[in-house]
């Protein structure tokens, strides 16, 4: 019975939120705190596309800007060589991703703990001197997307109320996506593959074929937030895409908040954004970079005391607290005993 | 035909030779220890068997079939499924996760595991095989918090979810107290009564004993006797292994 | 064809620059074989080093070659703190914590950095060392030659500590096996911490060389960090010349294939030479295990 009467607060709760989250564009008409969530949201994204591949398989890619920034180019070089709509451009940027990301898989998996990650570093690297040189995605100009009027088709519009909605649908979604994959086959897989590699090997998976599907679907989910992220800021171009503070951004709210958690990221997203945010009004111009010093010692912070972030925080607490409540409970009833 | 043929099998590492030209054969139904002092290379070559290690020379064959460059996974699926020493199940997941991802994963669509609830096809297997080692009742705790003695237990429930041929066990009863030990030795008896083929590493003497019809000894990777219990007990050369004289 | 003149001269550079990042990784392999943590900080001790040099050249007018002996001491002392302070809360955690910690650590220091002297690009004004020199057909600033043999002589003297003096067979003893070495009575503390004293202040000897040639800006560690990576695992671990010979090999790789291949995508050819060994040589060019 007290089972079930958790789980109808929990539902309640999540549709509160939701609700609050639609109602938040008219709860604060302003462009500056819309804008400010519209970020929240799109890293919300992008953290749990990362926690798939990292939080939940160990294997920690600081890579995944590559898939950000293929995303971004593919649909914004469709729109502007082809006059193709961003929608359908989505499509051939998941297709490149996905292939990139079976490349990079299949070469880098069998690398240990930080060689992996140092590696997505240097392929970030190679691509980003790559792009700079190319001349058909434009070198270091990149690609200026034009204003087409208040158009869904074209995913411009001049306010920022329909970005906001549909990054709010696209957090949604990815969250709910990802809250499923926890519990199935695959979440549990993934998650004795973080545990103990060989010894899910030796109980007949091929775990090579998990953590790829894995990456994949941690590649396509961010190449999707690529092309929102092009069709937002209306410019691309290598460097504001490919630098390691993106990288940096990305995992960083997984990491404070909970790897491996369905929750983690939101509630990294939740402490850090406003956060940076609050810093920055405190300090003004001159405040350029504070926050992420405060995010250096935050991750130092947690990487000491927690490395299961926030989440870790929040389960500790509960597990001090039931221990009290149990302990306290047995003396209760050892003294209604003597008497 | 022999289950499990092992001819010359050798392990190096760096200037160590932990296993040197073992030879052991095993036929279907037979239940074999394998014995030897420390660091005889005993968990070395099971660890070759399984596809952990690759052996720098010899081969094992496994109902036939060459095993000795197969990739882990592969080899489990081939019927040869493995206990280690110091058990290892998955304490961030419940007994009944676990027993999951020990089943067989024939057939398995990767594409279809992240929209699949965990557990929906699992059913009358797993149950059965943990009420064979009478851990039915835990089987929603996380198997980090059950005890040590359980934990063995859930890894030997693991091994027989996928129906394994040939199940190699390493030292089933190190680290279990002895009330545990009369609770697994009567469980491997039973399954080899089922026709099921196993390969023991045991230091204790009593259970070897107890249960195998045939012990290989090992010391410093050599296989210096096989024979039955009682001869292996008397036998000089073991003798000097163990006790250096 | 590219002439034999300018192929000589990109050779003799890229050595040379080679000998920085060897002098770097030296440090980085040195902290990793001990205690097994790849500090992702390391690049930007050797900033904070460039800095340092800098600050003292423009405010107290300092010859690099004056500032370089208190570099030295400083940067010891602070590679001990930072063992001490930070470092050896990890030491047992899992490798992803210990990965953030020093990953944090670094975003800290070049954000601190960013806030405090801006994005902008110093250079240290001309000094002893920025003289060119001809030697032959090369021509080779005095800064360049100079770190070169520092480095050299600084992994030379590294090399003999290490495995002559006492101390330093301490230090090999626990980066072999803690367990053992703990148990001979070696204070592994005081070994960690003293790794990290001589591993932070060979990056710090290396910042203040390259910066008589190098332009000084808050992320100018990074590339070194990285290049400091591969050159430990394209060197191999458990072997420090290899780590050195390692980042010779990526500063000519840099050097030579850049010039004759295509000078832009010069770290391009590093990398995927880093792929590939990490690939086809998980050990390393020189690797002993």
Redesign the interface.
Known sequence: MKESAATIYKLLGVLAVIGLLILFPHIFPKPFPQHIMILLLMYVVLGQAWNILGGYSGQLSLGNQIFLTLGAYTSTMFLVKLGVSPWLGILPGIVISSLAALAIGTICFNLKGHYFAIATIGLSEIIFIIFLNWEFVNSSYGFQIRFAGNSLLWMTWSHKLPYYYLILLLALLVVAFVWKMDRSTLGIYLRAIKEDEVRVKSLGIDTRKYKLLAFVISAAITTIAGTFYAQYVMYIDPDSLLNLDFALLIIILPLVGGMGTVLGPILGACLLVPLAEYLRTLLGGGGRGVHLILYGLIIMAIAVSQPRGLIGIIQEVQRRRFRRNSVAGAEEESDHEVA | MKLLDISGLTKRF?GLTAVNAVDITIERGEMIGLIGPNGSGKTTLFNCL???YTADSGKALFKGVEITSM???RI??SGI??T?QLA?V????TLF?NM???Q??QGEK?????????GAELGDAAHCWLDFVGLTGLKHEYAGDVSYGQQKLLEFA?VLM?DPDLILLDEPTSGVNPVMINKIVPLIWNLNQQGKTLFIIEHNMDVVMKLCQRVCVLDYGEKIFEGIPEEVQRNPKVIEAYFGY | MISGQILLQSVISGMFMGGIYALVAVGLSLIFGLMDIVNFAHGDYLMLAMFATFWANRLLGWDPLLTLPFVLVIWYFAGQATYRLVIRRVLNAPMVAQMFCTFGLGIFIRYAVYFLWSADVRKVSDNLLSEVMQVGTVFITRAEAAAFAASLAATALVFLFIKRTRLGKAIQATSQNKAAAMEMGIYTDKVNAMGWGIGIMCVGLGGVLLATYYPVHYYAGWPFSLVAYIAVAMGGFGSFWGVYLGGIIIGLIEGVLGTVLMPTYKMVFVYIAFILVLIYRPKGLFGKF
């Open positions: 760096g399984t596809g952990l990739p882990s996974h489990a699926e499924a493995r280690f290892r998955f304490h961030q997941l996760q999951c991802i020990a067989s994963h990767v594409i279809a595991t992240p929209l699949q609830s965990s693991m996928s």
